[in-house]
C-alpha cells in the first residue's frame, strides 16, 4: 500500500511517515515549508520522497489542482518511465 502525506515534514507527519515506512508501506508526501526543517533529514535518510509545493497564499482549490497534476505527473513517470 502506498501512503500520500500533506504536510510530511512537521514533526507529527513525519513520525508517521517513518512509522509507516518501517513497517514496509510505500510513502511520499508534500509540505509547503519553504525552510529545510530537522524531520527531513530522517526521511532523507529513509528514502522517503517529499516535494515542495507552495501554497500557503493560493486559493485551497489552487493548492488541489497543483498536487493532483503533480500526483498524476509522478505517477506517470514512475508506471511509464518516461
Keep these: 500500500m502506498k501512503y500520500y502525506m500533506a ?17 514496509g508501506y510505500e510513502v511520499v508526501g508534500y509540505d509547503d515549508e519553504a525552510e529545510h526543517r530537522f524531520t527531513e533529514d530522517k526521511l532523507i535518510d529513509a528514502g522517503i520522497d517529499s516535494l515542495k509545493i507552495e501554497g500557503r497564499t493560493k486559493r485551497p482549490e489552487y493548492s488541489y489542482l497543483v498536487t493532483k497534476i ?13
Excluded: F
Excluded at 504536510?7 to 513497517?23: C, E, F, Q
Design 70 to 82: 503533480y500526483r498524476k505527473a509522478i505517477d506517470n513517470y514512475i508506471k511509464y518511465k518516461l
Design 7 to 23: 504536510g510530511i515534514k512537521g514533526a507529527g507527519m513525519s513520525a508517521l511517515a517513518l512509522l509507516l515506512h518501517d513497517l
